[in-house]
């Protein structure tokens, strides 16, 4: 089946750090790779994504390549802020017709100042 | 402005109740999603429909119903059959057949009292 690993969290950083957080998948087929973050009490929203092996995705200073030999879809930010403390969620959809997308548990970072 | 309205926002429950969260979109997506989420949980699939009439369930769709009878509405009763309906609720949507993104509204908190 299809799922998602992602590391578990929290994680607490500094600001001005680097920020990684793991994700590999499993899937059968070829899946479409997201990263979405939700703020506090909010709705999830579309962060970056990826949707063939070697594509980079970024947005807002993150980026994630999706990895094929590795399974993987790591999220990067070379430099967190405050305003990045929020939950980050890996996600995959398998592009064949109209399956849903299945999620990681979610990676919480917290940014001090 | 185009997205996914939600509501209630907040919803509490007693015992015993049913109750309907209202998902409603206006950006012409066909597809359209429910999830459920618990602290420090992933998101899991509720129920989804791709088209008007027609639903599918997710992974944890007992204790729940749904309706498609209009493109743009997809609400979701919490029957009393639900143990333990205390959680967020996330609608989303995503244009068929070539779009990959999926769209995630607000949110609903559902609290049994």
Redesign the interface.
């Known amino acids: 089946g299809n799922s998602?690993t992602q590391m578990e969290g929290p994680v607490t950083l500094s600001e001005e750090a680097f920020l990684t957080i793991n994700c590999t998948y499993t899937a059968t087929g070829y899946p479409?790779l997201?990263w979405?973050v939700q703020y506090p009490?909010?709705?999830?929203?579309?962060l970056l994504?990826a949707?063939k092996a070697d594509d980079k995705g970024s947005n807002k200073g993150f980026e994630a390549t999706y990895r094929k030999e590795t399974t993987s879809f790591h999220l990067e930010k070379g430099s967190v802020q405050v305003s990045d403390s929020a939950v980050y969620?890996c996600a995959l959809?398998v592009?064949s017709g109209?399956t849903?997308?299945v999620?990681?548990?979610?990676t919480r970072l917290s940014v001090i100042a | 402005d185009g997205g996914i309205t939600q509501s209630p926002k907040y919803l509490f429950r007693k015992e015993g109740q049913n109750v309907t969260l209202s998902c409603e979109q206006n950006l012409n997506h066909d597809a359209m999603y429910w999830y459920r989420q618990d602290p420090g949980q992933g998101l899991r699939l509720i129920y989804y429909s791709q088209i008007v009439n027609d639903f599918q369930k997710g992974d944890i769709a007992e204790g729940y119903s749904v309706s498609r009878e209009k493109k743009e509405s997809f609400p979701l009763t919490v029957t009393s059959a639900q143990k333990n309906p205390t959680a967020f609720y996330l609608c989303a949507s995503r244009i068929q057949p070539s779009g990959n993104t999926i769209y995630f509204g607000e949110g609903s908190w559902l609290t049994v009292v």
């Open positions: 998602v479409s997201f979405y009490g909010e709705g999830l929203q579309l994504k949707t969620f959809r592009n109209n849903p997308l999620f990681g548990k979610g």
